[in-house]
């Protein structure tokens, strides 16, 4: 018998595609996509979806007890710029729905829980180059705040109530399938829809602002990995550090044109980036190497080309 997944936020940029590999992997009809609303999409249309409010404990154990879930991928966020915009409904849903799964996973209703974290648990006072695993985290954002108190309650829960819970910091992650969702990397995806698009793009961040980012794939990788280590390979029980590359917006502007050697790129930074600077220009994910062997397939070149190629076969 197959183990029974829920993932709450399966509509969201990460839980799109996370949606399908899992149920590459594990069935289709083992994998119970949720969100607050029922969209019309591949998600929605592909296997079993609930409507369900993250920030609803009975509606979640509900469906864990329906389905007899054994794991709980907890996707549901509102990401940095947006969170900026509404700051105590971001607290709000970013804390309680981890306490809910938590708190399953306490009770034995559930076994493992992922929880992502991000690089907005870092703030300006962490040093920006090669960001260890260990190091001052005094975030600036409403986000960033949530994603590093969430940490603290996950290595909590793990040490004083033994709960499964794995985490990575996800850093800026770029992908052709779902549109970007209101995060200050989001420029890095924006980019190439307007390159092939409009030929011209106007970013939202200063032209040599560096930061770490992530080829979709890439990212989801990881966090099929993570989960299927065995227990004692997870050193860490806060969030592991993750990357594969950074890069400035210049540079990515300047490997789209070697494919499409019109683009025109200008920059009117807005206030999103001083969230950009508050966060690192790379990080150093040896841990994450070493204990659960992650290894990223895309650099900067490859994920261009790929890119390009999905968007214009699939979308454009």
């Not at 996370?18 to 592909?46: F, P, Q, Y």
């Not at 007890?65 to 990401?79: D, F, N, P, R, S």
């Not at 180059?129 to 600036?140: D, G, L, V």
Request: charged residues 20%.
């Amino acid at each position: 018998m197959s183990k029974k997944i829920l993932i709450i936020g399966a509509c969201g940029q990460i839980g799109t595609e996370l949606t399908h590999k899992l149920r590459a992997i594990h069935g289709v009809e083992n994998v119970i996509a949720s969100d607050i609303r029922k969209l019309n999409n591949d998600v929605v249309n592909s296997g079993p979806f609930e409507v369900i409010n993250a920030l609803d404990y009975n509606q979640i154990e509900h469906l864990v007890e329906q389905y007899h879930i054994e794991e709980v991928y907890l996707m549901a966020a509102l990401l940095s710029a947006t969170a900026e915009k509404n700051p105590a409904f971001a607290w709000d849903l970013n804390m309680n729905s981890l306490f809910h799964v938590l708190n399953l996973a306490k009770a034995k209703k559930i076994k493992k829980i992922f929880w992502p974290s991000s690089i907005a648990v870092f703030g300006p006072t962490t040093p920006k180059e090669n960001t260890p695993q260990y190091t001052i985290m005094e975030p600036s954002t409403v986000y960033g705040i949530s994603k590093q108190s969430g940490e603290r309650w996950c290595e909590y829960y793990h040490n004083i109530f033994g709960v499964d819970v794995r985490s990575i910091r996800y850093p800026g992650l770029i992908s052709w399938s779902t549109p970007p969702g209101g995060g200050t990397t989001d420029y890095a995806v924006d980019i190439f829809h307007k390159a092939i698009t409009d030929g011209k793009y106007e970013c939202f961040l200063s032209s040599e602002t560096k930061m770490p980012m992530m080829y979709m794939e890439d990212a989801i990788q990881a966090t099929v990995d993570i989960m299927e280590a065995p227990a004692e390979s997870i050193k860490i029980r806060s969030s592991y550090n993750l990357a594969a590359m950074s890069f400035t917006p210049t540079q990515i502007a300047a490997e789209i044109q070697k494919h499409i050697p019109n683009l025109q790129v200008t920059y009117k930074p807005d206030f999103r980036q001083k969230i950009a600077d508050s966060w690192p220009a790379s990080i150093d994910d040896s841990q994450a190497r070493q204990d659960w062997n992650w290894k990223n397939k895309f650099n900067i070149e490859t994920m261009t080309v790929e890119m390009l190629k999905q968007l214009k076969e699939n979308v454009y």
